[in-house]
């Protein structure tokens, strides 16, 4: 059967139209964002009812993040014993500016805790990795873990609209408690001020 040149022509040009169209189907252009990790930092450690230094310190600490200006961190805990610690004071510990702080909650009965806090201009967004809150408790009981959560509700914002909120997981740690005081001789407070500083 002989092909006319205009139906050649057309043949060509269905066959180019299929051929594109078959490449943007199967392999669509995405975008990739990372997604940055809301997490109890360390995520375990030890801690000693030791009356030296039965004060100590955890984080929670925000991973991988992009043009951080603002957090709204929700935490709770829960302990194999009742009342194996109490938390003291929470603070910004220190990756953001010093700013407008909206929230300041402990609640010990509950064993909640609530801080949320955004920077004020000039201060400028904060990318990679590094502390949030810092919280401030004693340990009372030994032998308890003590799991720390970042709770629902939990956000991390840029303030730029018209979509602040910055996409993120979450991750929780564990305490454990003992009586042992070789921890105080080793400075276990320090230590863990260390391992909770930014890489």
């Not at 004020?120 to 990679?128: L, T, W």
Request: a neutral charge.
């Amino acid at each position: 059967m002989k092909i006319s040149r205009a139906g050649t022509v057309l043949l060509v040009f269905m066959l180019v139209i299929t051929l594109v169209f078959s490449a943007v189907w199967v392999n669509p252009v995405k975008a990739q964002t990372p997604t940055a990790v809301i997490a109890i930092f360390p995520e375990f450690s030890t801690t000693t009812t030791s009356e030296n230094c039965n004060e100590q310190e955890i984080f929670v600490r925000v991973e991988n993040v992009t043009n951080l200006f603002g957090y709204a961190v929700n935490f709770s805990w829960t302990s194999s014993i009742p009342n194996a610690i109490q938390v003291l004071e929470i603070s910004n510990a220190g990756f953001l500016d010093d700013g407008f702080i909206l929230v300041k909650v402990i609640n010990n009965d509950l064993q909640t805790g609530r801080f949320h806090m955004n920077q004020v201009q000039p201060a400028s967004h904060k990318n990679g990795t590094g502390n949030l809150v810092r919280i401030r408790f004693k340990t009372l009981l030994p032998n308890a873990t003590v799991t720390f959560n970042v709770d629902a509700g939990t956000k991390i914002s840029s303030g730029i609209e018209p979509n602040p909120t910055i996409p993120s997981t979450t991750r929780g740690g564990r305490v454990f408690t003992t009586s042992d005081t070789s921890i105080c001789n080793t400075g276990a407070t320090t230590m863990l001020s260390f391992l909770s500083s930014p890489m």
